[in-house]
């Protein structure tokens, strides 16, 4: 059998198929989370059934890439049964879906979710009436608690095997009559009077026409402040760990009487390179701890009415913005989030200026460029980033106004969801999801562009070489370094990092460690290394934080690229977006570094 | 009867019931999806200088950008 999850967006669709499936989809308190089908198994009595998730929709027609996605699903063949899972708090818009569902002839549970929050109301709601108007079974679920869920699969099973197909009794009614209709439906279960409450409250607070936005500037700012300065504190330990795990190795190594190029190899490739990566774990953790609680909360949703007046002069709606938030903390989702924005030309921008949100790849180029070059300014420095990838951002958006025609742009037309407080279980998650993934990434494409790198700086065209200088790294990043000269880039090994960024932007970290061969980077001793050996080309503060602003806005990473000619399905699009990208970089960067010399 | 107002002529804390919907096709259909047809209630619960208003109706909040709410028209409830 396959069951079909279908319901409004931030009903908890998701939540319910991750607690059957055991998937850990990620899930968050803002409407357009999901903007897949995903697919799970579900075991019962014995029997393997298929769920599906869709993304949230809240009609049939075919207006949006999501509801046509999810109609042209629900309508095939493949959909056995329907759960429509309906926010119980807001049953009269969740039953305008119901019904359409109830048409289209397929067997229909309705999910009834949030039926805690109603309670907490002060309403209660006769499951066992509205299942009678409606002609098709209610369940009351909590997804977030996993209670109800067997009842719900049990009765799923039943409509199926019984082939229902309830007659419709307001298949002829038009609009106006259908919400008139649902609304005495409504006022027939749902009975005590609703008690508004703390949503409103903070929200008198938080949206202010005045401080609000305000308010949200600060909350950005404390974010990244306290990534950078709590995360330094807790990267301490992680750095006397990798120090011992390198000194300890190189013993070892020595113990044994390892040839010198394999020592060279595992210590000064792999272990400076992986090394230098795992010690800024602590504040990415920090950063996505901060942005899941963001995401979880409902103020993520809220940001997007807070800057619809400044995206509105960029000719996008302030939806846009949301794609723009979680580009924050990865491109990736971020450029697959684009896809909820109405028109392809809205779509087609927001993934232009995405990728000059600073993302949390480039987070451990900044702690270690600023904690190296601007002392106890790093934290400012580093923050600067930010406004200088937003600003880029809004400059290049302006730029692109008018491209594409001149389509009215959408207006802001989006769901703000009630607060509440995050569900420790999601957070942990969602955690969880990025420290594997950045563990990953330190063990497979740094590992591998550590040993690559390496192995570039000991090989030239005549074997093994005694200097670096001779050898094909060199080679390759002195015929790259004249270009950056206007940069304050000049040196052929920051050509050499720069290029090896492009697999992951942390890779520019991992490289300068190695090409460097500086043992672990982002240690204070590692950091006067650095200071140093990059001081002896005249490489100060400037170049530093020219280095910085190239880093940020060049070449987003493979992945990234990838995403967007998956989103886009253009590589013309891809190619000129990357190429305007590199122009950015050089353009910027070679600004900083003429104003920087002056001031630094 | 009174005139015909916009959505957009309401300030914070006022109500407004809808009559008619001067929007786009697509917009106007995702607003009927949402049950903003002839006939509801919509009350503003917050508006920026720039018209952006936030909206309670049938129980749920929408963020509602400036241009949608001066194609929603109506009259105000008091």
Not at chain 1, 101 to 104: C, F, Q, R, Y
Not at chain 1, 226 to 238: E, N, V
Not at chain 1, 293 to 315: F, N
Not at chain 1, 501 to 519: D, F
């Given at each position: ?35 897949e ?15 599906v ?45 119901t019904?359409q569902?109830?048409?289209?002839g ?68 038009e ?11 409504v ?38 402040f ?13 750095e ?95 450029v ?55 600003l880029?951002a809004?400059?290049v ?74 050898s ?28 090896a ?19 672990n ?40 690229l ?8 253009s ?30 | ?18 009559w ?59």
């Open positions: 059998m396959t069951i079909v999850f279908a319901g409004n967006p931030n009903c908890g669709k998701t939540t319910l198929f991750n607690a059957y499936t055991g998937a850990s989809l990620k899930v968050a308190n803002w409407p357009g989370v999901t903007v089908k995903k697919e799970g198994t579900y075991t019962c009595k014995g029997q393997q059934h298929t769920l998730d869709l993304p949230g929709i809240y009609s049939l027609s075919s207006y949006t890439i999501e509801e046509r996605l999810s109609r042209q699903f629900l309508l095939s063949e493949e959909a056995d049964g329907i759960v429509d899972v309906a926010d119980a708090s807001c049953l009269s818009r969740s039953l305008y879906l019904l569902l109830i048409e289209s397929r067997p229909v549970v309705l999910a009834l979710n949030m039926m805690d929050l109603l309670k907490k109301r002060g309403q209660r709601l006769d499951v066992e009436r509205l299942s009678r108007l409606l002609g098709v079974p209610v369940v009351p679920v909590c997804a977030r608690r996993r209670e109800g869920i067997y009842a719900l699969m049990e009765k799923t099973l039943w409509a199926i095997a019984a082939g229902q197909r309830p007659a419709a009794a307001f298949s002829r009614m609009e106006k009559e259908r919400f008139a209709w649902i609304e005495a439906v006022a027939a279960c749902l009975t005590g009077r609703r008690r508004e409450g703390f949503t409103d409250r903070v929200d008198a607070v938080l949206l202010h026409p005045v401080w609000g936005s305000g308010i949200f500037l600060i909350i950005m700012t404390a974010v990244f306290l990534t950078f300065s709590l995360g330094d504190l807790a990267k301490l330990p992680l006397v760990g990798v120090d011992q795990l390198c000194t300890a190795a190189r013993q070892g190594l020595d113990a044994i009487h390892t040839v010198p190029w394999l020592t060279s190899l595992i210590t000064d490739g792999i272990l400076s390179g992986v090394g230098s990566i795992l010690t800024f774990l602590p504040n990415i953790i920090l950063l996505f701890f901060a942005l899941s609680l963001l995401e979880d909360s409902g103020y993520m949703a809220r940001v997007a009415y807070i800057m619809d007046g400044i995206m509105g002069s960029l000719g996008l709606s302030g939806r846009a913005f949301l794609p723009m938030l979680l580009g924050l903390g990865c491109t990736v989702p971020a697959m989030a684009s896809r909820t924005l109405e028109t392809r030309r809205d779509r087609l921008r927001v993934t232009l200026i995405t990728p000059f949100m600073s993302c949390s790849a480039r987070l451990p180029v900044y702690i270690l460029l600023a904690g190296a070059f601007f002392g106890k300014y790093a934290p400012l420095a580093a923050l600067s980033m930010y406004g200088v990838g937003l880029t809004v400059v958006a302006r730029c692109t106004k008018n491209l594409g025609g001149k389509e009215t742009q959408a207006p802001l037309l989006l769901e703000l969801p009630d607060y509440k407080a995050p569900a420790p279980r999601t957070v942990i998650l969602y955690v969880w999801e990025k420290i594997r993934d950045y563990l990953t990434r330190a063990g497979t494409t740094i590992f591998l562009a550590s040993i690559l790198l390496w192995t570039l700086l000991h090989v030239g065209p005549g074997g093994f070489v005694v200097s670096m200088e001779d094909f790294a060199a080679w390759i990043g002195k015929r790259i370094a004249p270009l950056l000269v206007p940069c304050g880039l000049g040196i052929w090994q920051i050509a050499v990092a720069l290029i960024g492009v697999a992951a932007k942390e890779v520019v970290v991992s490289s300068l460690a190695v090409l460097l061969g500086i043992t980077i982002s240690s204070a001793a590692g950091m006067g290394a650095l200071r140093a050996s990059l001081g002896v080309w005249g490489f100060g503060p400037a170049n530093a934080y020219a280095l910085m602003v190239f880093v940020l806005l060049y070449i987003p990473c493979a992945a990234a990838a995403t967007i000619r998956s989103e886009t399905k590589r013309l699009w891809t190619a000129g977006a990357a190429a305007l990208q590199m122009a950015a970089a050089w353009i910027l960067s070679a600004l900083t570094y003429r104003l920087g010399s002056l001031f630094l | 009867m009174r005139m015909k107002e916009r959505l957009s002529d309401c300030r914070a804390g006022e109500d407004f019931t809808v008619g919907i001067r929007l786009e096709e697509s917009l106007g259909h995702r607003l009927l999806a949402l049950g903003i047809v002839p006939g509801c209630r919509i009350r503003v619960l917050f508006k920026k200088r720039a018209g952006t208003m936030v909206i309670r109706c049938r129980g749920a909040r929408y963020a509602l950008g400036a241009e949608a709410a001066k194609g929603i028209v109506g009259g105000k409830t008091i």
